[in-house]
């Protein structure tokens, strides 16, 4: 499918979507269309988004803040589009569009994103669809092994956890949800496409609900490159305690990247390679305690088994101390240059290490229309963390307001450590329409 198809596709939807909302709110039936469409249902926000950064006046893959240009500061613009559009007895097109626009002190750029647009067409006790859709699965809020959906994706992780999924790209896709007593199943395709999916996938879900126990269960398959199985189990004890497991089980092509010693030199000789092969299991245990006013404290340990082990670990600090030290005695500068933008280039704070622990105390009334939250995620590995609380203030049902900081602790060369800046807040203001 063309890039060219596929915007003249979206625009295309979204016209018929305005033009259909104008009919129905004006009271015009247009001979072509107008009959077939039922409710719409359709929201509008725009929001900005300003953050700030506290950048270390060195680290170890940016010494001196030379190898890398990071931005004190940007602003980011959006505005949001969601659509539910009825077609009597026929479906429904769904849609959520994101305009971008980002604002730092060296450039100005915008994107347009479709997270979701996709038609669902019921045949009796089951759903047909195809488009774009994102697909979100996993019952944990720190981690989701079984989200596979969900790996390389941008998500705006200034939101809180449960939310952050939610304006997340999409992929197309063609399957159905079949629904029983208690049961249902799932599964489609995701075909390879030039611009935007690199590899076929195949995916599978059968939930049960085990209500004699207060449990719910599902299985999960993905066939692509790299395949997996898995499990989300859920299990409520009374009115407070919720604990829960999410685990997978990878198995195929792995594009995780380490540090390889060529030779010992000098300078010495290194390149990053592709792990190739691999299996490991990715697995979350975690709950939830409600108190009686609403507050809950959420626990988990992720054991990341395709994140990188101890030695891996030590491979990519050292490649990057070796670097960082001849860089500043000026030997070999420029190849030195590359191996600390090659390091830059592998990081993905909060997801590389194998032992982590994620806690948030959330206080959902700490004043009236006021949300709090404090939540710290933690390498058992190497003793870093990250720090993040969280303030949201509801002026009304159309206009919130939230606060959220990041605050990095850790040795140099710890998960946390490597990062270019120790702090970052973001304010951000959304009004509904």
Same mark, same amino acid.
């Given at each position: =499918?063309? %890039?060219?198809?596929?915007i003249s596709?979206?625009?295309?939807?979204?016209?018929?979507?305005?033009?259909?909302?104008?009919?129905?709110?004006?009271?015009?039936?247009?001979?072509?269309?107008? *009959?077939?469409?039922?409710?719409?249902?359709? $929201?509008?926000?725009?929001?900005?988004?300003?953050?700030? %950064?506290?950048?270390?006046?060195?680290? #170890? #893959?940016? *010494?001196n803040?030379?190898?890398? &240009?990071f931005?004190?500061?940007?602003?980011?613009v959006?505005?949001?589009?969601?659509?539910?559009?009825?077609?009597?007895?026929?479906?429904? #097109?769904?849609?959520?569009?994101?305009?971008i626009?980002?604002? !730092?002190?060296?450039?100005?750029?915008?994107?347009?994103?479709? @997270? @979701?647009?996709?038609?669902?067409? *019921?045949?009796? !006790?089951?759903?047909?669809?195809?488009?774009?859709?994102?697909?979100?699965?996993?019952?944990?809020?720190?981690?989701?092994?079984?989200?596979?959906?969900?790996?390389?994706k $941008?998500?705006?992780?200034?939101?809180?956890?449960?939310?952050?999924?939610?304006?997340?790209?999409? !992929?197309?896709?063609?399957?159905? !949800?079949?629904?029983?007593?208690?049961?249902? /199943?799932?599964?489609?395709?995701?075909?390879?496409?030039?611009?935007?999916?690199?590899d076929?996938?195949?995916?599978?879900?059968?939930? /049960?609900?085990?209500d004699?126990?207060?449990?719910?269960?599902?299985?999960?398959?993905?066939? +692509?490159?790299?395949?997996?199985?898995?499990?989300?189990?859920?299990?409520?004890?009374?009115?407070?305690l919720?604990?829960?497991?999410?685990?997978?089980?990878?198995?195929?092509?792995?594009?995780?990247?380490?540090?390889?010693?060529?030779q010992?030199? $000098?300078?010495r000789?290194?390149?990053?390679?592709?792990?190739?092969h691999?299996?490991?299991?990715?697995?979350?245990?975690?709950?939830?305690?409600?108190?009686?006013?609403?507050?809950?404290v959420?626990?988990?340990?992720?054991?990341?088994?395709?994140g990188?082990?101890?030695?891996?670990?030590?491979?990519l600090? @050292?490649? +990057?101390?070796?670097?960082?030290d001849?860089?500043?005695?000026?030997? &070999?500068p420029?190849?030195?240059?590359?191996?600390?933008?090659?390091?830059?280039?592998? =990081?993905?704070?909060?997801?590389?290490?194998?032992?982590?622990?994620? #806690?948030?105390?959330?206080c959902?009334?700490?004043?009236?229309?006021?949300?709090?939250?404090?939540?710290?995620?933690?390498?058992?590995? @190497?003793?870093?963390? /990250?720090?993040? *609380?969280?303030?949201?203030?509801?002026y009304?049902?159309?206009?919130?307001?939230?606060?959220?900081?990041?605050?990095?602790?850790?040795?140099?060369?710890?998960?946390?450590?490597?990062?270019?800046?120790?702090?970052?807040?973001?304010?951000?203001?959304?009004?509904?329409?």
């Amino acid at each position: =499918m063309s %890039y060219r198809f596929r915007i003249s596709f979206f625009l295309g939807f979204l016209l018929i979507g305005l033009l259909s909302g104008v009919a129905i709110a004006e009271g015009i039936n247009f001979p072509i269309f107008g *009959p077939i469409f039922g409710p719409i249902d359709a $929201t509008f926000s725009v929001f900005t988004q300003p953050q700030a %950064y506290q950048l270390k006046a060195t680290s #170890l #893959l940016n *010494p001196n803040q030379t190898i890398i &240009a990071f931005p004190e500061w940007k602003n980011r613009v959006s505005a949001i589009s969601v659509s539910r559009i009825h077609l009597q007895k026929i479906g429904l #097109l769904y849609s959520q569009v994101r305009w971008i626009l980002d604002t !730092d002190k060296a450039q100005t750029t915008g994107v347009t994103i479709v @997270d @979701d647009c996709f038609f669902e067409m *019921p045949i009796q !006790d089951a759903f047909l669809f195809f488009g774009k859709k994102n697909i979100r699965e996993g019952v944990g809020f720190g981690f989701n092994p079984t989200d596979f959906f969900g790996e390389k994706k $941008t998500v705006d992780r200034s939101r809180r956890e449960e939310d952050r999924r939610v304006e997340r790209e999409g !992929d197309y896709v063609v399957g159905m !949800d079949a629904f029983f007593d208690k049961f249902s /199943v799932s599964a489609g395709v995701c075909p390879r496409i030039d611009v935007g999916q690199s590899d076929t996938r195949v995916f599978a879900k059968a939930t /049960v609900l085990l209500d004699e126990i207060n449990t719910d269960l599902s299985l999960h398959y993905l066939g +692509s490159s790299l395949s997996g199985v898995g499990y989300n189990l859920s299990s409520t004890f009374g009115d407070s305690l919720v604990v829960y497991s999410e685990t997978a089980y990878r198995y195929g092509i792995s594009s995780k990247k380490v540090v390889a010693l060529i030779q010992d030199g $000098t300078p010495r000789q290194y390149k990053i390679r592709e792990e190739g092969h691999t299996q490991f299991v990715d697995t979350v245990l975690g709950g939830q305690f409600t108190c009686s006013d609403r507050s809950n404290v959420i626990l988990e340990y992720h054991y990341h088994g395709g994140g990188y082990d101890d030695a891996q670990w030590r491979s990519l600090t @050292d490649y +990057s101390q070796y670097s960082h030290d001849l860089y500043l005695k000026n030997t &070999a500068p420029e190849l030195m240059k590359s191996y600390l933008q090659q390091a830059n280039g592998l =990081m993905n704070v909060g997801k590389m290490r194998q032992h982590m622990v994620f #806690l948030r105390y959330s206080c959902p009334e700490l004043f009236d229309r006021t949300l709090a939250s404090v939540a710290i995620l933690y390498g058992l590995a @190497d003793g870093s963390c /990250v720090s993040m *609380p969280y303030i949201e203030y509801r002026y009304s049902d159309t206009v919130i307001a939230y606060l959220s900081l990041y605050l990095f602790s850790g040795s140099t060369t710890s998960e946390f450590g490597l990062l270019n800046w120790d702090s970052q807040v973001t304010c951000s203001m959304r009004w509904f329409f």
